[in-house]
């Protein structure tokens, strides 16, 4: 393992842009390399670094830097520090335990892989305690203690074997710490690592009785016996394996009929929401976005529990998504990417809204990762649009849902912008950058408007996208210099009347 160097600005951020995987390396104190310290500045060069990564983020770490690896990618989870497509994946070996019951139902269990050697102790330094016949699915289900998360690959001189079922994993961990010898041992996990690609990881299913003829037995059976596990030495342990085998086949199945029963009932709840926001839309006379920000009504109320209910939906749809292995993943999103896009198109105004409504500024930047996600599905997926498929649109305008979901994040911005210049503390340098983010914000929505990819409702009378206009062209009249563009010249003639 090779010392970090703790400058952490000898890494360049073009350098980070160009690589399609970072590798983040963590050590902690040992007999030959000190401690690495963070301290605020270091944190703060650090957060700089990871906005700027475009590919895959790997984070590893060995032994207690295993732990803290763990940590470090949690806390890039949680804070939504990287951009949407670069999620970090964290391998850790001979790590020992750092999470609790918590983090073993977390959505976050995908990103992580431990690599364990049957001679590591250092994986068993905070094993709960306690002997007895196990039945790990059952009496080892309590919330107290450290607790194993993510997927556990264990080896031994005969092999490796992947688990991901927590209540073995710790079962076995404990067998592994009860035969250890005492001590710090140094094991080499890059020889380890070298071995598996001489060996298969399962090598067959030697022995293994009709008893284990259905597949999940089977497949388990035989991963412990790829690393030494048999049945002799799991009694041994007081470990009943075949009271093992049925409880994991009974959770696997209760998980299953509670999902398909969940995900019916929650699917059935979503459309009506969506259906009752549809209604709301159509009958918002001043503008959809502009009703619900205003909360004129006991309506506009209600509608915020739609909202509530729909995002949290289409979040555990998306974390869902992601936990997918890639190519299960991609054809899963195919077959749910009308419905996201609808969501997102339909519900996003409303976060907007009343993200706007509080006074708040600069939505984009603090825009909610699951929108991020949707919309870059989208655009994997959807081509230009050609000439017929303009002049299609064009004449299903007056229907549409305005296709970018940010638009009135924009708006609101313009207006913000209009009334910074307006304002007597304006100086220089704040008056020319936005001045600036007016012109694209003009370019920006023409393009939209000759893609008919607005819904007309933006020209209502008392909708923010109007005031804008008011507070835009009474900027323009006092001005020394002239300006025009298309989009003031579509305004002035009123073509807009014409639109949809």
């Not at 995987?21 to 270091?42: E, K, N, R």
């Not at 976005?289 to 995002?311: A, M, P, W």
């Not at 708040?360 to 909610?368: G, I, L, V």
Request: hydrophobic share 35%; with cysteine.
């Amino acid at each position: 393992m090779k010392q970090l160097d703790h400058e952490i600005s000898l890494i360049e951020s073009n350098y980070l842009k160009k690589k399609k995987t970072l590798h983040i390396s963590i050590c902690v104190a040992s007999s030959h390399y000190p401690l690495i310290g963070c301290d605020s500045t270091l944190n703060r060069k650090t957060v700089e670094l990871l906005t700027v990564i475009e590919g895959q983020l790997i984070i590893t770490g060995h032994s207690l830097g295993g732990a803290v690896a763990s940590l470090f990618t949690l806390c890039l989870l949680d804070e939504n520090l990287l951009k949407p497509k670069c999620r970090p994946f964290c391998i850790t070996f001979g790590s020992p335990l750092v999470g609790g019951f918590g983090l073993q139902h977390s959505i976050w269990n995908s990103f992580f892989l431990h690599v364990v050697s049957n001679q590591d102790p250092v994986p068993g330094l905070f094993l709960p305690s306690g002997r007895g016949r196990s039945t790990p699915t059952s009496s080892h289900s309590q919330t107290t203690g450290y607790k194993p998360f993510g997927t556990y690959l264990l080896c031994s001189e005969l092999g490796c074997a992947c688990f991901d079922n927590p209540d073995l994993i710790l079962e076995l961990l404990k067998v592994i710490s009860s035969e250890v010898a005492g001590g710090l041992q140094d094991v080499d996990y890059g020889e380890i690592l070298r071995n598996l690609k001489e060996r298969a990881i399962c090598k067959g299913l030697p022995q293994v009785g009709e008893r284990f003829a259905n597949p999940f037995s089977a497949g388990i059976i035989m991963e412990l016996e790829t690393i030494g596990f048999n049945q002799t030495k799991l009694l041994q342990h007081n470990i009943d394996i075949e009271t093992v085998i049925s409880a994991m086949e009974a959770e696997a199945r209760n998980l299953t009929q509670k999902n398909k029963a969940s995900d019916a009932k929650k699917l059935n709840e979503i459309k009506i929401d969506m259906t009752r926001l549809e209604l709301y839309k159509k009958n918002s006379n001043m503008g959809y976005y502009d009703c619900f920000k205003n909360q004129g009504s006991k309506r506009d109320i209600h509608v915020e529990q739609f909202r509530v209910n729909l995002t949290g939906y289409w979040e555990g749809m998306v974390a869902q998504i992601q936990r997918k292995p890639h190519k299960e993943g991609a054809t899963f999103r195919t077959r749910w990417l009308y419905a996201g896009t609808v969501y997102r198109r339909m519900v996003e105004p409303l976060d907007i809204a009343a993200f706007y409504r509080e006074g708040r500024k600069d939505y984009m930047n603090k825009r909610s990762a699951h929108y991020k996600l949707l919309q870059e599905w989208y655009e994997e997926d959807v081509k230009p649009p050609s000439r017929d498929k303009l002049d299609s649109k064009k004449q299903k305008v007056s229907s549409i849902l305005t296709e970018d979901s940010c638009f009135w994040a924009h708006v609101e911005e313009a207006i913000l912008s209009c009334e910074l210049l307006k304002s007597e503390n304006c100086n220089l340098e704040e008056g020319k950058s936005s001045w600036d983010n007016l012109v694209k914000f003009e370019e920006y929505v023409m393009e939209q408007i000759d893609n008919y990819a607005v819904s007309p409702e933006i020209f209502l009378e008392k909708s923010s996208f109007m005031k804008w206009r008011g507070l835009y062209e009474g900027y323009i009249d006092t001005r020394s210099n002239s300006h025009s563009s298309p989009l003031i010249s579509f305004m002035k003639n009123r073509s807009y009347r014409q639109y949809g």
